[in-house]
């Protein structure tokens, strides 16, 4: 049954039948024979499919019930029978396999995506099953999800429950940190991409920042942005990127250099994709706007201005590509249902990011502009609010949660509007998405942006 351990030796040793001692992070075995470790100590579950019950009844016992099943990995586009079906029927035997049932179902992947947190924040999360019962700070954090995820489909607030498996995972994960061999492990890192998560469904009122995402970028940093260890870091990585880069946009408490951000975002997984290549100029913004706020005359703009409209002008390039990726999706063959749902909404998510990057740009470039060489830029921005709504509606069918980026882009669209018409227009779409979510976890993005935008209104050119 699913949730039933498999071994922890490392691939390597597994491949070959060889014995493993299962030491972290390499066994002795690669270690001796200088091989690189993967998976060592790590614990494994086998998925199954429940096809049949055989039951043979004996004199010890009333009834034994044996399911033939077949193993599989989880993927993205693996159907509900391949990935939880055991777990749907079969009696739970313990707390993890209690735990990790509840899990793998709120991330099967359907035809439908609305309240499906895979899609939402990371194709990273199929691995979590077999990464459970290792690390503390993992298995409170998946908890807490649960717990959110529960009450966030329920529609209901946040209860007693909750908050206390929240309070919980946070202990675990700063017991984990203080903990130098813990601390660096991917199952620590993955607990803050986690926790981000419960914020993000439970609202963080009387805060302005979780500090996961400083936690995060502190990692990154004493980790020397090294490439990922394995797949699950790789696809954790690119989920977590987004996050403390956009945090990174308001929090100063977020200190990393320009190569520092530059390398948060790098990822193999999409280095030549349109959208990888959005996000690296994205990169670049954190450290333009910290010296933007430390300029004091006209020429250190001319400066910064000078360096961002490249960056604008290939953006704008690219965004035509990933709304061509889209709108081709739109008529993919129907002969897989799920992977055309899948690619649809993974290309109308990357077109919304897109069209976010293109904004704050577009922004940024304005605040940099004197007022008579910015008309273009102003008509830039027309055309990119009447984008932004027009995805607003098509992603309607995703919503809740397979749509809720469109938060941040809607609210990024509704402060760079040019006139009072284009934010009354934005403003009614973003206050209809904002119900979709707890009003204290979306305020803050319209704080944020709008505090970002009073801080470019004063800059030495004054036009912000």
Not at 255 to 277: A, F, M, N, T
Not at 353 to 365: K, M, R
Request: proline residues 4%; glycine residues 6%.
């Amino acid at each position: 049954m699913p949730g039933v351990p498999s071994g922890k030796a490392c691939e390597g040793c597994r491949k070959l039948k060889k014995k493993c001692d299962e030491k972290t992070p390499s066994c002795s075995r690669c270690i001796r024979l200088g091989l690189e470790c993967v998976g060592s100590g790590q614990q494994r579950y086998k998925f199954q499919s429940q096809q049949a019950f055989v039951v043979a009844r004996t004199k010890k016992t009333n009834s034994q019930t044996k399911a033939l099943s077949t193993t599989s990995q989880p993927n993205p586009f693996c159907n509900e029978a391949d990935m939880v079906a055991s777990f749907l029927r079969l009696p739970p035997s313990s707390k993890t396999t209690i735990l990790t049932s509840q899990y793998v179902q709120a991330i099967q992947l359907t035809t439908n995506l609305k309240y499906n947190l895979a899609w939402a924040y990371g194709f990273f999360m199929f691995e979590i099953p077999r990464r459970m019962n290792e690390n503390e700070a993992l298995d409170t954090a998946v908890n807490a999800l649960i717990c959110s995820h529960s009450n966030f489909c329920a529609r209901q607030a946040v209860s007693a429950e909750t908050l206390s498996s929240y309070s919980r995972a946070l202990r675990s994960l700063r017991h984990c940190l203080d903990d130098p061999g813990k601390a660096s492990q991917t199952e620590t890192l993955c607990a803050v991409m986690l926790l981000l998560i419960c914020q993000n469904l439970n609202g963080a009122e009387g805060q302005r920042w979780s500090g996961h995402c400083e936690g995060a970028a502190k990692i990154l940093k004493a980790r020397s942005f090294r490439k990922p260890r394995d797949g699950f870091e790789a696809q954790l990585l690119l989920s977590l990127r987004g996050s403390v880069l956009f945090e990174g946009l308001f929090n100063e408490n977020i200190e990393l250099d320009p190569q520092d951000w530059i390398s948060l975002v790098g990822s193999d997984l999409d280095q030549d994709l349109p959208e990888g290549k959005l996000m690296r100029y994205l990169a670049n913004v954190p450290s333009i706007l910290r010296r933007a706020r430390a300029a004091t005359n006209a020429d250190e703009i001319a400066i910064l201005r000078g360096e961002v409209k490249p960056m604008y002008e290939a953006s704008q390039k690219l965004l035509l590509q990933v709304h061509k990726q889209w709108t081709d999706g739109r008529t993919l063959d129907a002969n897989n249902v799920l992977r055309n749902v899948i690619l649809h909404a993974y290309f109308q998510r990357a077109y919304g990011i897109g069209l976010l990057i293109v904004i704050i740009l577009n922004w940024v470039l304005r605040a940099f502009t004197p007022p008579f060489d910015a008309i273009e830029l102003i008509a830039d921005s027309t055309n990119l609010v009447t984008q932004t709504l027009e995805l607003a509606q098509a992603a309607n069918i995703y919503r809740p949660l397979g749509a809720g980026y469109m938060l941040i882009v809607l609210s990024a669209a509704w402060i760079a509007a040019s006139n009072d018409n284009e934010r009354v227009t934005v403003n009614d779409l973003l206050q209809d998405y904002r119900q979709d979510f707890p009003v204290r976890a979306t305020d803050k993005f319209m704080i944020e942006l709008r505090w970002m935008a009073e801080q470019l209104q004063y800059l030495p050119v004054g036009c912000a």
